[in-house]
Every structure is written in structure tokens, then in C-alpha cells.
């Protein structure tokens, strides 16, 4: 789930036909208007046509991932793939934009789902190409790394063969560290694609407040030592330091007990979670991995793990993976577990 690693294709991917056929029609539908536009320039004596016009604000230059975009006016028809990116689109007010959707894996904030709900879901899992070009997209903007998988045929250099823009959420740019910073870099970057800036900057505004004011609600207190488990059985799956998880957790009063882990995500031994002593247990809830319940029945059910304070008193709580990543839930995750490590902070 975690691979944003570009792999080979193992054959070349032709552009389907009936794209070349749009492409055809299009031009021909250029071709017409600028007859008409010269036949008009003619007749009105202008020396020459007027100029298309531009979209206030644009052009605008994104680099991202290595690929240098220009937008001459906002995209009109997205396809977002992964949860996290349609959560962003629709928190931007953007869901006019959107005409396809894809690999839904938690509940969705409650004040997006009624928007959401309406977002046509083009598969439970990555789409394939060809169902992302019958959405006609002219934007394609992706979660994972494996949004863009080459061996899947959904490479960028695919959808950019067929006109289509696209764009991969910044944590996939193999960045070494990822941070709050980002998730409120990738707003505003989305928000200056769509023309929509001044909706960018007030929603990391009101993202900032809301995780000033339960950073200020546990100021003082005691950092409580946090166990992420997103799976695994014979080892533990767990957030490194480098992950956004562990800004999250410092943010809401605690301390990620394998901060050292040098990576975003990694394995670990459950003698190392014995030995480290977690008071609270924070649980990934995404599709995938076993649904919650599950996840705690297996943890409390290790004799390994028994003098564990957090498996001893019972200290679970539960966040979703969409939270922990860059996008717009990562301030509410801070909010959540706090209330889980600080309850007394919040009474």
C-alpha cells in the first residue's frame, strides 16, 4: 500500500483509439471556430482575431514530482484515486470538478460524506486506465504512488499521451521527512491549481487553529508514550520517525515510542514493543487490514504483550490511515488522540 516506488512497464502502452478519434474531432472543432472567428475578423474589419482568454490568476507553473506543469485555466473534469486526495478536492469546495473517484478506504469526514456519496466511485481499488479515460478527465490527481503504477498501465507519461494532467500528493515524492508543513503546502498547491487560493488559504487557517487550540489544551502535561499499530502478526507494522503519524502524536501530547525508526513506516519485533512499554496503542483503521475489532483481539490476546500497559488497561484508540496522511485529516487526527491521551484535558 505504501509503495510509491516507480516500477518497468513490460510492454509499451498504446493510446486508445477512440482518444485519437476525440483528439480528431477536437481539432476539427478548432479548426471551425477559427474559420468563423476569421470570416468575423473580416467582416468587421479587425486586422485580426481577438485573444482567447485567460482565467484570472493563470497561468499557473506546478512542479511536482519532477513534472513541470503550466495551467492556463483550472482543471474541469478530476478523477481523484485514493480517499485523501478526494477529502482535499471536496474541503476546497471543489466537488463540481470532480467526476470520478476511486479506493475509498474509511469513513469519510462527516461533513464531506454527503458530497462524496455523490462522486461517482469508479472501483473499490486503483482503477484501471482505460476506466479512468471513460470518466473523461482532463486532471488525474493521485494519493499512493501506486495511483501512477507503470506495470498497470497508469503511468503519468500514459495520461499525458492522452491530454490529461496529472498530479501525485507530495508524500509520494519520495520525501525523506513528512511533516504538518506539507499538509498544508499540498492545499495551497491544489488550491492555486483550481483557482481557488483564497479557499486554500482559509481552510489551513482554520486547520491551524484547530491544532493550536488542543496543542494548547495538553500544554504542560505529560507525554504519554504511543504505540502505532497499523498490522502485521509475526512482526509489528508500525510509523517511524519520519512519518507524519508521529508529528500527529507529538501534537496531541504523546511521544511515538519508535520516533528512532528512521523511515515512515516500518517492522518491528514485539519484543521491541514490550521493551519500549506503550501506555496507549494507536490503531490504523483502514480497508484492507482487518477491521478494528479484530486488530484488538489479536493484540490483546498475545501473552507476549499481557504486562504491555497499554494491552493491560485496555488503551486503544483508533485513527484512520487517511488521517496520518498528507491531506486534510491529519489536524483532526491531532484533536482525536488527544482526547484519548489527555481524556482529562478534555472534560
Not at 484570472?56 to 513534472?67: E, H, L, S, Y
Not at 460524506?113 to 486503483?126: C, I, S
Not at 494519493?143 to 501525485?168: C, K, M, N, Q, V
Amino acid at each position: 500500500m505504501y509503495d510509491g516506488m516507480p516500477r518497468p512497464l513490460s510492454l509499451p502502452y498504446s493510446r486508445p483509439r477512440r482518444h485519437a478519434l476525440r483528439a480528431m474531432g477536437a481539432a476539427v472543432a478548432l479548426s471551425a471556430t477559427l474559420l468563423a472567428g476569421c470570416a468575423a475578423s473580416e467582416r468587421t474589419g479587425d486586422k485580426k482575431p481577438a485573444a482567447s482568454p485567460v482565467a484570472q490568476g493563470f497561468p499557473v507553473t506546478i512542479d511536482n514530482c519532477g513534472t513541470r506543469t503550466t495551467y492556463d485555466a483550472p482543471p474541469s473534469r478530476v478523477v481523484t484515486i485514493h480517499q485523501h486526495p478526494a477529502e482535499l478536492m471536496l474541503a476546497l469546495g471543489l466537488k463540481d470538478r470532480m467526476v470520478g473517484t476511486a479506493f475509498p478506504d474509511s469513513a469519510v469526514l462527516p461533513e464531506l460524506t454527503k458530497d462524496f456519496e455523490a462522486v461517482p466511485e469508479l472501483a473499490k481499488k486503483e482503477p484501471s486506465f482505460e476506466n479512468v479515460l471513460d470518466a473523461e478527465p482532463d486532471f488525474v490527481y493521485g494519493g499512493y504512488g501506486s495511483a501512477f503504477a507503470e506495470d498497470e498501465g497508469r503511468s503519468r507519461e500514459a495520461f499525458a499521451d492522452a491530454g490529461i494532467d496529472t498530479y501525485l500528493n507530495r508524500e509520494y515524492c519520495g520525501k525523506k521527512q513528512v511533516s504538518m508543513k506539507d499538509t498544508y503546502d499540498e492545499i495551497r498547491t491544489i488550491g492555486s491549481i483550481f483557482g481557488v487560493r483564497d479557499r486554500a488559504d482559509k481552510l489551513v487557517a482554520d486547520l491551524q487553529e484547530r491544532v493550536s487550540a488542543t496543542a494548547k489544551a495538553v500544554e504542560g502535561a505529560p507525554a504519554v508514550s504511543v504505540f502505532v499499530y497499523d498490522s502485521g502478526d509475526k512482526t509489528a507494522f508500525t510509523a517511524g520517525g519520519k512519518s507524519l503519524g508521529t508529528e500527529v502524536i507529538k501534537l496531541a501530547g504523546g511521544r511515538n515510542v519508535f520516533a528512532d525508526l528512521d523511515d515512515v513506516f516500518g517492522d518491528v519485533s514485539w519484543e521491541q514493543v514490550v521493551a519500549r512499554k506503550p501506555e496507549v496503542i494507536a490503531i490504523y483503521d483502514y480497508a484492507g487490514a482487518g477491521n478494528i475489532e479484530q486488530k484488538k483481539k489479536f493484540l490483546l490476546a498475545q501473552p507476549a504483550l499481557a504486562d504491555v500497559p497499554a494491552v493491560k488497561n485496555k488503551r486503544f484508540v483508533v485513527l484512520p490511515l487517511t488521517a496520518t496522511l498528507v491531506g486534510v485529516r491529519a489536524p483532526y487526527a491531532v484533536e482525536d488522540l488527544a482526547h484519548g491521551l489527555h481524556p482529562e484535558r478534555f472534560r
